[in-house]
């Protein structure tokens, strides 16, 4: 490995000193947010590298063009993909390899079509252990809270019982200081991710108390050993307490902790990976598939409004693209959103006459919502027509764009298009790619449709960090369906996975309730043990069953 790899280039990197203890020579690049050409940056260097990192900067945007040109691997940390793989997916597919510090989305990532794949996660840093009898700050957190983190909100407000102290002020060594004085640091994920605050915490010999999930986030620091994991709002009131009532084992955990970072996450650790990565590879792909996938890449970001780029140039190099269904649905979106209807229509023509496009379910979609925002109701019914009667002689007669939404809601579920996580999705000015933006569509055109919001639900449900849209649906829907004891279940997990004790437990209770009043005990009970199968929520509720009830649904 070493003789492959003498001197590498970092983009937007701080592995510069631990990959050079490994004996590398490394030359930094810092360019400014936006485009730029690998070769015309690789010209000023005084050799050429064998191997170039590029990785995540999380506030400098930087997309890198030209990589067929590279002589060598070229990988690309991921370091956010939990909000930005809607764009990053195809970023990644223009690399040798890239790297992810989400377990969970290595594989996606390979299954987008990205050349390799590999799991780097965050690294924590070396820090002298301070004994817990001379820290003053029973639980801490640092994180911002913002309208758009609600959970994160009910996180703090909950955990004040227990005494929290937050801070969102602090940084760099200052952050680290103020968790040196601590003893618990509860961790809360924004898309049930693994983040920088887990190993920020170990660092300074804190007790990390983390959600499970992603299950691989066990690997990193051993289960009652090296930290506590929870699944709800019950278990961390459960781990918090004995946390706080056996200070002894908690500093013999935090000391754990400390000594995991040192053995397995530094940074040195985080570069030796890389170059193992990078060891493998080859220089990175080319070809019409690789022009693509950088040309999606950048029409995410402008779609997004995550980067600032000309629609010239986003339709340029889709234009030159080869003419996949993402490609053509991502050509018509730009050319909608630049008022070009005849450019729209004649790409619709083309899409139909092609039946490898007028069957898959992204390029119709595309075709017949942009016919529908152009008043083109011929040729929204033919694009409908053409995906839904694939195969099919009968299909149902659609009368207009709500019901073309929830019918392509279905279909791009089933074909994988779920949702896009971190993408601010506007129905007034984007059209639906995937399955939740459709739902979403449909709901801003049809309000009160409670049969759209328990779709909307459903999928919601597969994602982490969606507790509090699904809380805000399911109130809705208990409150017009008081009967179904099965969605005031559903309010109540969503609730408890949300940090609303009292809440949920409640409408946990009233779904019971409920159930037995139809004679259905059994059912509530299994269903229960399913959701909970280490019994705390049974304990709970029968605490919550001693208080007086409170007022019914909707009273």
Not at 134 to 157: H, K, N
Request: glycine share 8%.
């Amino acid at each position: 490995m070493a003789a492959r790899i003498r001197n590498i280039c970092l983009i937007h990197s701080h592995l510069g000193p631990a990959l050079a203890r490994l004996g590398v020579r490394v030359t930094h690049l810092d360019p400014p947010q936006g485009m730029a050409s690998l070769p015309e940056l690789l010209a000023g260097l005084p050799e050429p590298p064998d191997c170039i990192i590029h990785q995540e900067h999380l506030g400098t945007r930087l997309v890198l063009t030209d990589l067929d040109a590279a002589p060598c691997p070229v990988i690309y940390w991921a370091l956010d993909p939990h909000l930005n793989f809607f764009w990053q997916r195809h970023y990644a597919r223009g690399f040798s390899a890239v790297a992810t510090t989400q377990p969970h989305l290595a594989t996606a990532f390979a299954a987008a079509g990205a050349a390799d794949a590999a799991w780097v996660p965050w690294h924590g840093a070396l820090r002298p252990f301070i004994p817990h009898a001379g820290r003053d700050i029973p639980l801490a957190f640092v994180g911002r809270i913002t309208p758009q983190r609600r959970r994160r909100q009910w996180f703090i407000e909950h955990l004040a019982r227990h005494g929290l102290v937050r801070r969102d002020d602090v940084h760099g060594e200052a952050l680290a200081a103020f968790y040196d004085a601590a003893r618990i640091v509860p961790n809360e994920a924004i898309a049930g991710e693994i983040n920088l605050r887990l190993f920020e915490a170990a660092s300074s010999g804190c007790l990390p108390v983390a959600e499970r999930r992603p299950e691989a986030v066990a690997a990193l620091f051993v289960p009652d050993r090296e930290a506590f994991y929870y699944d709800d709002v019950l278990e961390l009131d459960d781990r918090i307490r004995f946390a706080l009532a056996h200070p002894g084992l908690t500093e013999k955990m935090g000391r754990a902790a400390h000594a995991a970072v040192a053995a397995r996450h530094l940074p040195i650790h985080r570069a030796a990976a890389l170059l193992e990565l990078a060891a493998r590879c080859g220089p990175p792909p080319r070809g019409p598939e690789a022009a693509a996938a950088q040309a999606l890449a950048l029409y995410q970001l402008r779609r997004s409004g995550q980067l600032v780029l000309a629609g010239s140039t986003v339709w340029q190099r889709l234009a030159a693209g080869p003419d996949t269904p993402e490609v053509m649905a991502a050509r018509i979106q730009t050319a909608l959103g630049a008022g070009d209807r005849e450019a729209v229509l004649a790409l619709i023509g083309l899409c139909l006459a092609r039946p490898e496009l007028s069957g898959h379910p992204l390029t119709a979609s595309a075709c017949c919502l942009a016919a529908c925002r152009l008043d083109a109701p011929e040729e929204a019914r033919l694009a409908y027509v053409a995906q839904a009667g694939h195969g099919r002689r009968d299909i149902p007669r659609l009368s207009g764009p709500r019901d073309y939404l929830l019918h392509f809601a279905g279909a791009l579920e089933a074909a994988g298009y779920d949702a896009a996580p971190g993408m601010v999705f506007d129905p007034a000015r984007h059209l639906p790619e995937n399955a939740i933006q459709c739902l979403v569509a449909a709901k801003a055109l049809d309000p009160d449709n409670l049969e759209v919001e328990r779709r909307l639900d459903r999928l919601l449900a597969r994602l982490p960090g969606n507790e509090p849209q699904r809380v805000a649906l399911l109130s809705n829907l208990t409150l017009h369906r008081p009967d179904d004891w099965a969605l005031g279940l559903l309010l109540g997990l969503a609730d408890l996975a949300a940090f609303r004790l009292e809440p949920g437990l409640e409408e946990v209770a009233l779904a019971a309730a409920t159930a037995a009043k139809a004679g259905q005990e059994k059912r509530f009970a299994r269903r229960l043990a399913l959701a909970d199968p280490s019994g705390r929520l049974p304990a709970a509720l029968r605490s919550v069953s001693e208080a007086a009830p409170g007022p019914e649904r909707g009273k």
